[in-house]
């Protein structure tokens, strides 16, 4: 049992940290040679460039100034300056929403939580349950004696529990319901009131049938011409590049390593050389430098012939397109309807921004898509329960007895006293963390796997799964004895009424582990978070031996981005523990409500000076954020409702039955009446916007604007590059060509002459 | 436990009584003055008249022709004969595609009897299971001889049940797939191939927002006008005249009475006399005819002035419309897309037919109709587990004891030993009966409250809720012993792997019991059905007293209809049962086939000369069935789950784990690949069927075919009855009002004024 002054303790410990971090924090950020690790954000964006070239060397480097280092937590009233519209529009919606998933927490636990303390501690700490239960020879520890255990069995007091319940589920839905207006409407505004981009205008069309008289591009076209006259712009197939993309990124990584070479060359006037083979470690001595350069030859030209191959081979043209619409209404119209009889087939959505989209999913065809959602569900419900089977598996292997048996000829190292202690104690615990570092990594394969076809998609996956990782292996994993397999078994063999008494009777002792918990991986992490220091050694590595020019080391900067599909799992943690132990241990609460503060300050300041944002999807998680928030209450309802059941209070709890009911009606109305917002788009805003663009730009050229808009990035990085001109002539060439209807029936297309001379197969 | 030879007395019983109504019917359906009950469907479609007049007096009524009566069951074939085009053609897409309900009985069943009964049975009669058991004590009927039970413990036959639910389950997934997508394309061919109808053009928009300044067709006008331009063609408000329609049906009621007092006058020549209270019963005796005419003529002036009261007065119009466009194309465009903002405004969806349209539900807006629900929600739920408890107290205070404390002063009576023993027999059972036999009106009421908008998504609801009620009730009612609540009690406080276990071990000891119920509910219902034995009483009752004109003879008819609500629900039941016995009591399998084989004929031959069409949905009610046979299969499979761990196969049962969650994998594809046939209408079908029209009729007043396509049933009575002009000219006049917009910031609408000038409010 852990005591207040364990905690204490612990509180101390994390405290001190988060504060050690904050002061190195405050001291790095200072130093100019720092300048690119903690304001990236500000170069990205052209605002902000290398430190004043007046100054002295020195003071280009580091700091001097002591002044600057006093007000050592100033970065936190700044982080918190910047009002949301300029941060809209300085970090996208998407930043700013997941902002307020931080300021919700607050909003809903500071007042619960001044409602339990003034209500609930009170009637707790008041009663006697736990001293007449210490006569019986049960221990309990000094946060109990807040926490509803102390209460006892049949008290009249437990219905000050179930008044605190309703008030929590009611504050916590006035919220929600809050927030889920705010949020939609920021959406739509924030839709309605940005600058024209091409995701406005174009619909991804995915699953086109193959046809024998015509090739994709002629086949999109005649449909679009014939399905939606007078609307259809322009369109752009989608090719199957990724065998280029391949090419193109080894040819980066030689240029790289050229680079490195030549600056070594500098500083040592020595040409390096290096060997050919694995990983450098043997094959014959070369020049490295001329190695490299024959390389990056040799591999420009593969380039060329692969994207010879690309855009000329039509089986490298994949049965999916992007086709554009004069009007945002016609976009909007195209994006909800079903087009053909065959629901599976020329299928229409949104298309996500460019920047969004994920290239390699689009020509999955519907019934594999299907498929693949099987075998993910499978192998992800094995991932959640079953995946201590191959760790501990892991473990005995990297155990003592395991290497001595697999190697035999380790003996004398393995008996080495210190390397024997090593594996003993470091080892298993190292297999089990390594797995839950890469266990995004794993998620974030299986979303891809499963299809998706827009990074924000895949992200909302990826959360979603980890959501269900961590309520299973961490929540119910820590709550509950055993591995998550043994609790499904032992669930299993129980009948249905008891689940809620297993969890709620192991809650409220569960209360000072979760305390250390929060405080280690809210406090002490999210302060760590602000610090960066993977990026900042990264960086200098990289400033070190790579760094040449300007655009080099704006290279060199790795600013990294929210990350969606980690971070927000996490914070739905800290609802679930909240909204769990509002009725329970308040004690938890004000722990919980620290992090929330200390993690939107940090978010924050992170998010203006240092994330850089790589899609913008308008808020369109909102949805999956509310419904674990809804989810994590009616948790709570039903751990309630299992505690008062072991406590007898058999005349109070039938009365939280109609929480859950009232929770999900909730859910439902909020479903119907806001996701909407986040699907579809209403046709009443694009023709406001498409007739205020009209007013405004009678004579854009919109066909210009949108023809490149989705070319594959693969083709654009070399456009950047070098090969700049080439693209074009190659894109001249397509451009003369002209789509003359092969196909008999087909004869009658209105006026397909004259529009398929322009909008032909650009790139 | 019931024998064989039990089994063959209910067999011979209900066969000889279904024998027995299919020769009434024989001889009743030949009698010329029956030909309106029995063909009522050819008379409303106008291709049957009256008997021949030339033959005798005699043989007007009665067919005395003796070789007419010798193929009495000659009906049969007949009702086979007409192609299924033929039958859409004559009856409906509804009608044609309920029968195919009852063929996918005969397709899944068949073949499954056949492989059970050459697999099952005779692995199950080698077996000695019973025999040792008897040893034991344990009775056994001799079905059980050919069922799972016979099959001793821990025996390796169970494979064989194994694989044969396989083979089972993946038949049963093959027909649905066809049949899915077979109906899918029917429905798309119906919408295709049928004639123009107004729902084709016209969406039903709900919740418009209140205005200041306009009045709801103005603003519907406008609204239209903005968002859809060069689509929008007209639009007709909804009026509240559920007054109106009152006063109007018992304007009928007291005309059906004129004219029985008139026809009682020229039978017996002296004028008859009525008193005016109550039903008749007391109160002035007065001069009927006269009576009638005076408050008929009283009732037309107070229907003229409701009927002025509410086309004039603004409140009376209701915030819904029906808006209709120039092209299908754009309709359906409008009835898939989000409009504004806020999701809860605007709603648009597809009109349903003018004659499918739920008046009354039109103008309830959508936070009323999310608490609707949950109150209806919260109703079914103790409506199906807790109706006994109503139903317990009715019976008490039906009971000798109850009465004789209700009302002390009719002991004398309740003493008399015929009625004493009335009470005690019957009448408890009466008042279950009555519950069940109005069990589907209350249902229909529940949808009705909940707000539906069209009867046959009215009928659609009440149906599932149906089905759930008899799962309850019928199936796991009579396998489980105890009250539906009892049940419900004893599940929560079972393991859930003991649900699977607690029904699997009833199952088979039941297959008896089942194979009598079918019998009586499934064949001898059946064959009762087409003797239509109401409807002919009251036909000729009604010919008897009130019909004077052969107009008269014609509303004298009721021909009834499907009733989808209670119809479809009982032949799920025997999906049910066949999927969940097929692998355990082959034996039951025969019975079901014979169900479906005689219900197909007689359905088939009641849609073809009988039943009237109500409405036409489209075959929109796929999904729902094709839902519950799913559901009936995946009952099936944990069933044999939990019997066969009874049984202690525990090599072989984990096997069966795999089919759920196959059969979920492939309901979840088969939504995705068929459902939105159901609930979208693809853009490439209504643009061919656009275009094609337009080659056809280029010069098509279509304004004028939609004009009053959806007028309130009351106005259009009225229209038919005898104040023809007066509705006309009421039109007129609205018909010349313009809507100049009254709103400033609307000025700029597009071309307001030469548009509006004829699309106003329409009726």
């Not at 001595?404 to 024997?420: D, E, G, H, S």
């Not at 202690?421 to 499963?450: A, D």
């Not at 992170?606 to 419904?627: C, K, L, R, T």
Request: charged share 20%; proline share 6%.
């Amino acid at each position: 049992m852990t005591t207040l002054s364990d905690i204490g303790v612990a509180a101390a410990l994390n405290i001190s940290s988060a504060f050690l971090f904050f002061v190195a924090f405050a001291i790095l950020r200072l130093q100019p040679f720092n300048d690119r690790v903690y304001f990236p954000k500000w170069y990205l964006k052209g605002l902000r460039t290398e430190p004043v070239h007046g100054r002295a060397f020195v003071r280009k480097f580091i700091n001097l100034d002591w002044r600057a280092y006093l007000g050592f937590l100033n970065w936190m009233p700044e982080a918190l300056r910047m009002p949301e519209p300029e941060l809209i529009d300085h970090a996208g919606l998407d930043s700013a929403v997941y902002l307020r998933i931080y300021l919700i927490g607050l909003k809903i636990f500071v007042p619960i939580a001044f409602l339990a303390w003034t209500v609930l501690v009170p009637v707790n700490w008041t009663s006697t349950g736990l001293e007449r239960a210490q006569i019986r020879n049960i221990t309990s520890s000094d946060i109990d004696k807040l926490s509803v255990s102390n209460v006892h069995s049949r008290s009249e007091r437990f219905w000050g529990h179930i008044v605190m319940a309703y008030a929590f589920t009611f504050w916590t839905c006035y919220i929600l319901r809050k927030e889920y207006e705010k949020v939609a409407s920021m959406r739509l505004e924030f839709l309605a009131t940005e600058k024209r981009r091409p995701d406005q205008f174009t619909v991804l069309v995915r699953n086109i049938p193959p046809d024998l008289d015509e090739s994709v591009s002629e086949l999109v076209e005649h449909f679009f011409l014939v399905n939606h006259p007078n609307h259809y712009l322009t369109h752009q197939v989608v090719y199957d590049a990724n065998k280029l993309a391949k090419l193109v990124k080894k040819k980066k990584k030689l240029k790289n390593w050229l680079v490195y070479y030549q600056n070594k060359l500098e500083r040592t006037s020595e040409r390096p050389e290096m060997k050919t083979g694995f990983l450098g470690l043997w094959g014959k001595k070369v020049d490295a430098i001329d190695y490299h350069i024959t390389e990056i030859d040799k591999l420009s030209k593969e380039i060329d012939v692969e994207r010879e191959n690309v855009t000329n081979d039509p089986k490298s043209i994949m049965p999916a397109a992007f086709v554009s619409f004069k009007t945002r209404w016609a976009a909007a119209v195209c994006a909800q309807t079903q087009q053909t009889r065959n629901p599976t087939l020329w299928l229409t959505e949104w298309a996500p921004e460019p920047r969004d989209v994920y290239w390699k999913n689009l020509p999955i065809p519907y019934v594999s898509l299907t498929i693949r959602r099987l075998i993910i569900g499978v192998a992800f419900f094995f991932l959640t329960f079953f995946f201590m089977i191959p760790i501990a598996f892991v473990q005995t292997l990297a155990s003592l007895d395991g290497i001595q048996k697999a190697a035999p000829w380790l003996k004398p190292l393995v008996t080495v006293p210190f390397i024997k202690s090593f594996i003993q104690g470091f080892l298993p615990g190292i297999v089990l963390k390594l797995f839950l570092i890469f266990l995004p990594t794993i998620l974030m394969i299986m979303s891809k796997f499963e299809g998706f076809e827009s990074i924000s998609s895949l992200e909302r996956r990826s959360a979603s799964r980890y959501y269900l990782f961590n309520f299973v292996n961490i929540f119910l994993g820590n709550i509950l004895t055993g591995t998550a397999f043994q609790q499904l078994d032992s669930f299993i063999h129980q009948p249905a009424n008891q689940y809620p008494i297993t969890i709620g009777t192991a809650i409220p002792l569960k209360a000072s582990f979760f305390i250390t918990y929060i405080m280690v991986d809210g406090w002490a992490s999210i302060a760590a978070e602000v610090l960066m220091l993977r990026p900042l050694i990264v960086y200098h590595l990289k400033n070190f031996f790579l760094v040449k020019t300007e655009k080099d080391r704006e290279e060199a900067m790795d600013p990294g981005s929210i990350g969606f599909n980690t971070g927000e799992p996490r914070i739905q943690l800290y609802f679930l523990l909240g909204l769990v132990y509002a009725a329970v241990t308040p004690a938890v609460l004000p722990f919980i409500i620290i992090f929330f503060g200390l993690a939107y300050v940090v978010f924050r300041h992170q998010i203006i000076n240092v994330y850089n944002q790589e899609y913008e999807s308008g808020a369109a998680f909102w949805p999956d954020v509310h419904f674990r928030i809804i989810l994590a209450l009616i948790v709570s309802q039903i751990v309630l409702m299992g505690l008062l059941t072991t406590k007898k209070a058999a005349s109070s709890t039938p009365f939280l039955i109609v929480l859950p009911i009232l929770t999900i009606w909730f859910h439902r109305y909020c479903k119907g009446r806001f996701e909407p917002a986040f699907v579809k788009f209403p046709l009443q805003e694009a023709m406001m916007k498409d007739t205020l663009e009209r007013a405004i730009e009678p004579n854009l050229n919109l066909k210009g604007y949108l023809q490149n808009a989705y070319v594959h990035p693969v083709f654009k990085d070399s456009m950047d590059d070098d090969d700049e001109e080439e693209v074009f002539s190659m894109e001249l060439e397509t451009e003369s060509v002209t789509v003359p209807t092969k196909r008999q029936s087909r004869r009658n297309t209105p006026l397909p002459s004259r529009i398929s001379g322009a909008s032909s197969p650009s790139v």
